[in-house]
């Protein structure tokens, strides 16, 4: 059981780390903080790891009920999850920012950034929301959902490192190295996202013909 706890904590945590992509959030947390104390910004940090957890451990936990509710199949969400993650990552390698310029300009004004708009939509997005309610679907013992929720804590705690620590990343890479950083884990998520929606219409095919899979794997069979 132990093993399944640990499973789940490790699998939840690397699902989401590309997809919430917390190096990317780092450069926008920093714009919208610029001139602001190093304890406003240490604060800002803390609770927007804080509204990651939450946000997500929402969607884990109401997972199943959001999806007998709509009755929306796992394979469907699957490859709804990928043509938004397969986008986000798009924007990524194309360079496009993650945050309109309506957006950016609300945000700048505000006081408080770390719900919206840094947890919700910059790293607790609907991509990574989609791969929580996916592993909800997959989940049915309470130590396995105790396993997702400490990867997504997990995922937090690594949040607020790069917050916390990300400044001299910047100043080190530049505003080239930054954008060079992002269009590769842009094309790796790309990849998750395809992967996403090729596992969802086999899931699909497979739900609407099972016979012809039986056949198939009867054939197989020496």
């Known amino acids: 059981m132990m093993e399944g706890f640990l499973n789940y904590a490790a699998g939840t945590f690397l699902a989401l780390m590309p997809i919430a992509n917390p190096i990317g959030a780092v450069p926008i947390f920093y714009s919208l903080t610029d001139g602001d104390t190093q304890p406003y910004r240490r604060k800002q940090a803390r609770m927007t790891s804080i509204n990651v957890?939450?946000?997500l451990a929402l969607f884990l936990i109401a997972g199943r009920l959001i999806l007998s509710f709509f009755g929306i199949s796992l394979g469907v969400l699957k490859i709804a999850g990928g043509l938004l993650v397969a986008h986000t990552a798009w924007e990524m390698v194309t360079a496009r920012p993650r945050l309109t310029p309506k957006e950016n300009s609300e945000a700048a004004d505000k006081e408080d950034i770390s719900f919206a708009p840094m947890a919700v939509p910059m790293v607790s997005g609907p991509g990574a929301i989609g791969v929580v309610i996916g592993l909800?679907?997959?989940?049915s013992l309470w130590l396995d959902y105790l396993g997702c929720?400490?990867?997504i804590a997990l995922l937090g705690g690594a949040l607020y490192l790069c917050l916390l620590l990300g400044e001299p990343l910047i100043k080190a890479l530049g505003a080239t190295g930054v954008g060079?950083?992002?269009r590769v884990l842009g094309f790796l998520i790309l990849a998750i996202g395809v992967q996403f929606i090729a596992d969802g219409a086999f899931q699909l095919l497979q739900e609407a013909a099972p016979s012809l899979f039986?056949?198939?794997?009867?054939?197989?069979?020496p």
């Open 53 to 55: 957890f939450w946000v």
């Open 136 to 139: 909800s679907a997959k989940t």
């Open 149 to 151: 929720l400490l990867g």
């Open 180 to 182: 060079a950083l992002n």
């Open 214 to 221: 039986t056949h198939a794997t009867t054939l197989s069979t």
